[in-house]
Every structure is written in structure tokens, then in C-alpha cells.
């Protein structure tokens, strides 16, 4: 199956047309809407092209129904960026995920772990950090991790994507 295209687009195509018209009505806003065309153009190739080279570069190797996954597991995982970071640069509000598979619950760098946690003795692999993500209060009673919890193909998809993201 062959992906479209970014500027092939049905709503590119649409945005160009649509700001190309404007542009030719009047000279002297035309330089603005140029700008602007530009600036909006930037943004959503990089949002198309996943903002940075590691998931450009998890991407260039991932068949067409893996690449679905990645993207539904991408688009999922966009809430827990609030808390977390998923490449391990730094420690946000809850710990970065940077070589989870594998690592003790409660036992990275980040010094706010819930006691609860800490004293789990998970150790996170595909099986516990899925119970974990359907329901965290469930699966570690006192966990300060507040998340409604995920389900179905969704937690599978975020599964997919986590596994190939917080690689080392």
C-alpha cells in the first residue's frame, strides 16, 4: 500500500488553493499571506513528518501496517508527553521512559515515585506496563500516575509504539 503523499494531500491541496486566491486579489497583503503560507506549510510537514529524526528514523524502516500502528500509538501516546518523555532527555512531572522494558517500577532517576510504586516489584515488560495502563490505581494501589487508563487496540498501539521509542 503506498502512502500519499504530504503536499498530495486532499487538505494541503485545499489550503494552497485556497491562500493561492487570496494572494492574487491584493498586492499589498500578499507578502503576509506568503508568510504565512510558509510558516503553516513548515508546521504541518513537521507534524506529518513526526517532529523529530528518531521517529523519522523508527519510521523509514517499519512495514505499512506497522507504520499504522506507530501512528495510532503516536497519536495516543500525545497526553502522556505532558508527563512524561519518552526519549529520556529529561525527568517532567512523572519519570522519563527512556529504557523502561526491563526496569524495576520506582527504581530510575526521578525522585517523585509514590512509595506505593517503589514497593510494587514490577519490573516493567509488555505484559505489566499494559495492566499498568488500563488501569494504574488498579494495578498499583497509591500510585500517584493519574490516567483514566487505555483499553483495547488503543493500549496495544501505545504498546507498539513505547516498545520502539524508549529503546536506548
Known amino acids: 500500500m503506498r502512502r500519499p503523499s504530504f503536499w498530495g494531500s486532499r487538505t494541503v491541496r485545499w489550503m494552497l488553493r485556497s491562500l493561492q486566491l487570496r494572494v492574487a486579489r491584493g498586492p499589498a497583503i500578499r507578502p503576509l499571506l506568503r508568510g504565512a503560507l510558509a510558516l503553516m506549510a513548515g508546521c504541518l510537514l513537521i507534524g506529518a513528518l513526526g ?26 501516546s500525545s497526553p ?18 527512556l529504557g523502561i522494558y526491563g526496569r524495576s517500577a520506582g527504581q530510575s532517576s526521578f525522585p517523585g515515585y509514590s512509595q506505593a510504586l517503589q514497593s510494587s516489584g514490577i519490573v516493567w515488560d509488555r505484559t505489566s506496563l499494559g495492566r499498568f495502563l488500563a488501569s494504574p490505581q488498579s494495578a498499583v494501589p497509591g500510585t500517584t500516575m493519574v490516567s483514566p487508563g487505555i483499553a483495547g487496540a488503543d493500549l496495544a498501539a501505545l504498546l507498539f509504539y513505547m516498545d520502539l521509542v524508549t529503546r536506548p
Open 51 to 76: 517532529c523529530d529524526s528518531r521517529s523519522r528514523e523508527i519510521r523509514a524502516r517499519l512495514s505499512d501496517q506497522d507504520l499504522l500502528r506507530f501512528d495510532r500509538g503516536q497519536k495516543i
Open 80 to 97: 502522556c508527553w505532558a508527563c512524561h518523555d519518552f526519549y529520556g532527555t529529561q525527568n517532567k512531572v512523572g519519570p522519563h521512559l
